[in-house]
């Protein structure tokens, strides 16, 4: 088992920046995957960011590209997602998620995550216009 806790949410005016971060614990070493998705009021979860546990391929949503960046501290078995520009647009439940698939990020990023096998209980980023 793996268990993931995801920190660093807040209020945050547009335009500002947030740091996300995503503490994994357990079996880390049967990671291959990690991502982060996330969930506005009435809409599907997606996928924003993903990376190899590795760190050798990241993938990014077009909405957030040159913007957020995903990043893992191997030292800490955490991974980070800075957002930097940010907009009331990016409101949601931000969750990170961890697979020990190899499967390619048009496969796991897609379906809400549903290829993903552990989650983080979420943290809320509100940003204000």
Known sequence: QVQLVE?????????GSLRLSCAAS???????????FRQAPG??????????????????????????????DNAKN????QMNSLKPEDTAVYYCAATDSYKAFTI????GGASFDYWGQGTQVTVSS
């Open 43 to 72: 809409k599907e979860r997606e996928c924003v960011a993903a990376m190899r546990w590795s760190g050798s391929i990241a993938y990014y949503a077009d909405s957030v590209k040159g913007r957020f960046t995903i990043s893992r």
């Open 26 to 36: 357990g079996r880390t070493f049967s990671i291959s995957t990690v991502g982060w």
């Open 7 to 15: 920190s660093g949410g807040g209020l945050v005016q547009a335009g």
């Open 108 to 111: 796991l990023t897609a379906a």
């Open 78 to 81: 955490t991974v980070y997602l």
